[in-house]
């Protein structure tokens, strides 16, 4: 399976000025953090106590579609356009700070969202990093 940096190399065109460590890192944190968020979700429908995670679950699935949708518009190069990229991740920092506070609440009792948060916070940062490498 081709990696982000492998695929970014391939692209036959001109990337621009956009730092290709940052942009990699951030599709790659977004889909980690997808799955992760999907992960939870499902692991918070397992648990006895499901009616107190409905908040969770459903900031987990928005989070992950998010981030589903930042890393595909993040991959795509042709036709750029430097205002939906940003309002994109701008969007998916805030989801992901979202999920990540609401986990948080969570993870004293439930690994799934201890983990989860890790991967939202991470995401939140690259997130952050790439929108100011694009100034």
Do not use: F, W
Request: proline share 1%; with cysteine.
């Amino acid at each position: 399976m081709a990696t982000v940096k492998d695929m970014l190399a391939t692209y036959p065109a001109d990337l621009g000025d956009v730092d290709r460590d940052k942009l990699t890192k951030c599709i790659e944190e977004c889909i980690a953090c997808a799955q992760a968020c999907t992960a939870c979700a499902d692991a918070c429908l397992s648990e006895g106590m499901v009616g107190e995670l409905t908040k969770c679950i459903r900031t987990d699935m928005d989070c992950a579609d998010i981030c589903n949708a930042t890393a595909s518009v993040l991959s795509r190069h042709t036709g750029y356009d430097a205002n939906i990229t940003r309002a994109i991740l701008m969007a998916c920092a805030t989801a992901c700070k979202a999920c990540g506070d609401e986990c948080s609440t969570h993870a004293d009792m439930h690994e799934h969202c201890r983990l989860c948060a890790e991967a939202c916070r991470s995401c939140e940062q690259a997130c952050n990093d790439l929108i100011q490498a694009l100034g």
